[in-house]
């Protein structure tokens, strides 16, 4: 892969905020405030978990700008009110809403997610879909991700298509088929590939909804699929501008080793902060705290 092709392609985690980070990715003193801006000293992108629950206020919005490098991007899921509460149906306000609010990430805002529910089927969410995705603004870049196999049709391959919608590529085999790769229905709808890596979620909660594990260090590995899915972005380099890969800690216990996995099959180099360097961060940002 020529060093062109690997400028197209940016790895990062879903989400940059987890607890279960602290002392293990995120220097333990380190304040929850500034982790944005460590991570972004390691990654060059991140999918914004936090807009799916709520729309963010503008202050945050535009301090994510400011701790982050010039050439950092994000990638904000649509908020739930308008893909699951909602359907799409009836939903402009809000929408609306939500563009206004992320706008001031300006240049930084690269495409904007909407993860549609399992429930979401053509049977009922056809015509609902033609609409919305018929008033999206051509300003903002746009990738669906349909969790219900009904979608699997040329006909929705083509309506992606004719709007210039991503679909994304999203990996949720069962644990126990981790070892496989994974077969998917992989159409490419747009001059950009958005792939999400996120694992088994019944990994993540027991019966009662606790949590079964932390997310500190790799807990099972998916060779296979890794191997398989950076022969598949390989594969479609030299078609597209952009590939946007996404990792959550379900995939294999720990979504920066796994970003850092995946790079290195790609090509890319993905470092991740040291003991040493966790330990100079905090004294510095301890240092700086008592000077301000």
Known sequence: ?????????RIGSCAWSFEDWRGVFY????????WLEFYANYFTAVEVDSTFHAVPPENSVRRWVQMTPTDFRFTCKLPRQITHASQLHDCTAELNSFLRAIEPLGAKLDVILIQLPPSFAPKD?????????????RDFRFAVEFRHAGWHRPQFIRLLEKHRICWVWADTTPLNERNL?????????????????????????????????????????REAALESWSLKIERHL?????????VSNHFEGFAPETCQRLGQR????????SETEQATSAQKRSQLDLQL
Do not use: C
């Open 238 to 246: 030299s078609e597209v501008r952009n590939v946007w890969a996404f």
């Open 125 to 137: 969410g056809k015509l609902a879909l033609r609409n919305f995705l018929g008033q999206l603004s």
């Open 27 to 34: 220097p333990r003193g380190l304040p929850e405030a500034h």
């Open 1 to 9: 892969m020529n060093l062109t092709d690997q400028q197209k392609i």
């Open 181 to 221: 790769a994974p077969f998917e229905f992989l159409p490419r709808t747009s001059d950009f590939l958005y792939l999400r890596l996120l694992g088994d979620y019944a990994t993540k909660y027991d019966v009662d909804g606790g949590h079964i594990h932390r997310y500190k260090k790799l807990l099972w590995k």
């Open 266 to 273: 790609l090509g890319l180099k993905v470092s991740l902060p």
